[in-house]
């Protein structure tokens, strides 16, 4: 399994920004898949997860901001991220699960929020 993550940068409060996770080698619709984020000193948080059936939780920090989505034809999870946040900068990774015994995360991409 590979997963590839795109997206991330640097913008200012109040921006937006699309963060795209790639994965193959799996039969990616059956999966559930989450979006993750780590600011420096702190742990390692749920931002938002979806389910193979499409349901999805979020964060109460995030909600109402932040969308996750997935295209299977694409073998893409996405995270829309609106109105952003000082708060939001962080190292965001992309997580899935393989089975229950099994994850795979993404090799993280970096977004900085300025005020």
């Known amino acids: 399994v590979q997963m590839v993550e795109s997206g991330g940068g640097s913008v200012q409060a109040g921006g937006s920004l699309r963060l795209s996770c790639v994965v193959s080698?799996?039969?990616?619709?059956?999966?559930?898949m989450g979006w993750y984020r780590q600011a420096p000193g702190k742990e390692r948080e749920l931002v938002a997860a979806?389910?193979?059936?499409?349901?999805?939780n979020y964060a109460d920090s995030v909600k109402g901001r932040f969308t996750i989505s997935r295209d299977n034809t694409k073998n893409t999870v996405y995270l829309q991220m609106n109105s952003l946040k000082p708060e939001d900068t962080a190292v965001y990774y992309c997580?899935?699960?393989?089975?229950?015994?099994?994850?795979?995360w993404g090799q993280g991409t970096q977004v900085t929020v300025s005020s």
């Open positions: 080698g799996l039969k990616f619709s059956i999966n559930n």
């Open positions: 997580r899935i699960w393989i089975n229950a015994l099994s994850d795979k």
């Open positions: 979806i389910i193979s059936n499409g349901s999805k």
